[in-house]
Antibody
Framework: QLQMQESGPGLVKPSETLSLTCIVS??????????CGWIRQSPGKGLEWIGN???????YYNPSLKSRVAMSVDSSKNQFSLKLSSVTAADTAIYYC????????????????????WGRGTLVTVSS | EIVLTQSPGTLSLSPGERATLSCRAS???????LAWYQQKPGQAPRLLIY???SRATDISDRFSGSGAGTDFTLTISRLEPEDSAVYYC?????????FGQGSKVEIK
């Protein structure tokens, strides 16, 4: 049974880069259809989609964060990664990775996702 | 982006009663690409419903989704104590997916 588990520092200083890893167990991330989504949850903004990544290298980011986000994959370690640069206190949140099911925006043809299997989440606090 | 507004903010009901939660979109959700999630304290969200009305794997048939266009509903029949949680809707009709702010269900 596939499981997702986030890991990374719980404390990041303002202006630095937040780096998280999503370790996938119980199956290969290289299996067709396995997209990894990143979602964060904060008291102020609720649930916010950060972006999605496919093991082949395709990435889809929320435009509101696109300039600061980078996602990648390490197939040899069966894990996805998230980097968010120039963080501020507003980036303090619980960060989740989730296996994602892909559909298509019928108006633009762009991929769109919902999330059927979530990691337990990791709290990241931005503070000096 | 599509804004999802959920109501009520909090619903307090007794075991055995029916809960009806609403999710209203600021514009039409294409293809009824609307999902519902349940989140209990300290846990990640869990997928309940996708495609507005399809139950996810291993989800009790007490949970049902309905609606189309801009108005969607999650119904929980025969409430049980374990249904106490916050429920979120999410639209994936547009490439920038968005979530509602959540509705809390309390069991008396």
């Amino acid at each position: 049974q596939l499981q997702m588990q986030e890991s990374g520092p719980g404390l990041v200083k303002p202006s630095e880069t937040l780096s998280l890893t999503c370790i996938v167990s119980g199956g290969s991330i290289s299996r067709s259809g396995n997209y990894c989504g990143w979602i964060r949850q904060s008291p102020g903004k609720g649930l916010e989609w950060i972006g999605n990544f496919y093991y082949s290298g395709s990435s889809y980011y929320n435009p509101s964060l696109k300039s600061r986000v980078a996602m990648s994959v390490d197939s040899s370690k069966n894990q996805f990664s998230l980097k968010l640069s120039s963080v501020t206190a507003a980036d303090t949140a619980i960060y989740y990775c989730a296996r994602s099911l892909r559909h298509y925006d019928v108006l633009t043809g762009s991929p769109t996702f919902y999330f059927d299997l979530w990691g337990r989440g990791t709290l990241v606090t931005v503070s000096s | 982006e599509i804004v999802l507004t959920q109501s009520p903010g909090t619903l307090s009901l007794s075991p055995g009663e029916r809960a009806t939660l609403s999710c209203r979109a600021s514009e039409t959700v294409n293809s009824n690409y609307l999902a519902w999630y349940q989140q209990k304290p300290g846990q990640a969200p869990r997928l309940l419903i996708y495609g507005a009305s399809s139950r996810a794997t291993d989800i009790s048939d007490r949970f049902s989704g309905s609606g189309a266009g801009t108005d969607f509903t999650l119904t929980i029949s025969r409430l049980e104590p374990e249904d106490s949680a916050v429920y979120y809707c999410q639209q994936y009709g547009r490439s920038v997916v968005t979530f509602g702010q959540g509705s809390k269900v309390e069991i008396k």
